[in-house]
T-cell receptor, first 112, second 111 residues
Framework: SQTIHQWPATLVQPVGSPLSLECTVEGTSNPNLYWYRQAAGRGLQLLFYSVGIGQISSEVPQNLSASRPQDRQFILSSKKLLLSDSGFYLCAWSVEEVTEAFFGQGTRLTVV | RKEVEQDPGPFNVPEGATVAFNCTYS??????FFWYRQDCRKEPKLLMS???SGNEDGRFTAQLNRASQYISLLIRDSKLSDSATYLC????????????FGSGTRLSIRP
């Protein structure tokens, strides 16, 4: 069966520090991968999605970037965090024949 | 205009009541539709897919109207455990493969 791993679960980082969140999927090949952010009390905002290795589409111009170095690995990064980057970051995957998204458990990021 | 719009609520209803949520989407090329449930401080989880013919899963009924670009979810005989945020989701598929979430509707069931 397919599983998705996302870590860490909780992170507190100072303003101006770098960020790297990693997400890996097991049990499937060539998944579509997604990064979402959810601010407190708000909906999910699509940040990036990827349909293949090295293919990244950005939805919202911001302080973040994403990379997909391997088929089942998706990384969210920032060189310098802002206070406004705080939120709940969720990685998700889908495949063409199963069109819904399945989520990792999320990373709760607090920038202080 | 937002790609997927929902009434944020909150809906506060007594146990046993019937409650309905609505959602509209802007991209007429959207191909797949879903309702997700999200509990506080947890990741969203798939509740049910939404088909053009309408579909039912126990107390939950989902409807899709492609002409009006409108999706609905009906919960009958609501339980305390139904309290959560309900997210309307659209998959644009094709070359975009974007999965877009509405901002969610909060539901609170009172005893």
């Amino acid at each position: 069966s397919q599983t998705i791993h996302q870590w860490p679960a909780t992170l507190v980082q100072p303003v101006g520090s770098p960020l790297s969140l990693e997400c890996t999927v097991e049990g499937t090949s060539n998944p579509n991968l997604y990064w979402y952010r959810q601010a407190a009390g708000r909906g999910l905002q699509l940040l990036f999605y990827s349909v293949g290795i090295g293919q990244i589409s950005s939805e919202v111009p911001q302080n973040l970037s994403a990379s997909r170095p391997q088929d089942r690995q998706f990384i969210l990064s920032s060189k310098k965090l802002l206070l406004s980057d705080s939120g709940f970051y969720l990685c998700a995957w889908s495949v063409e024949e199963v069109t819904e998204a399945f989520f990792g458990q999320g990373t709760r990021l607090t920038v202080v | 205009r937002k790609e997927v719009e929902q009434d944020p609520g909150p809906f506060n209803v007594p146990e046993g009541a019937t409650v309905a949520f609505n959602c509209t989407y802007s991209n007429s090329a959207s191909q797949s539709f879903f309702w997700y449930r999200q509990d506080c401080r947890k990741e969203p989880k798939l509740l049910m897919s939404v088909y053009s013919s309408g579909n039912e899963d126990g107390r939950f009924t989902a409807q899709l109207n492609r002409a009006s670009q409108y999706i609905s979810l009906l919960i009958r005989d609501s339980k305390l455990s139904d309290s959560a945020t309900y997210l309307c989701v659209v998959n644009e598929r094709g070359s975009a493969s974007k999965i877009i979430f509405g901002s969610g509707t909060r539901l609170s069931i009172r005893p």
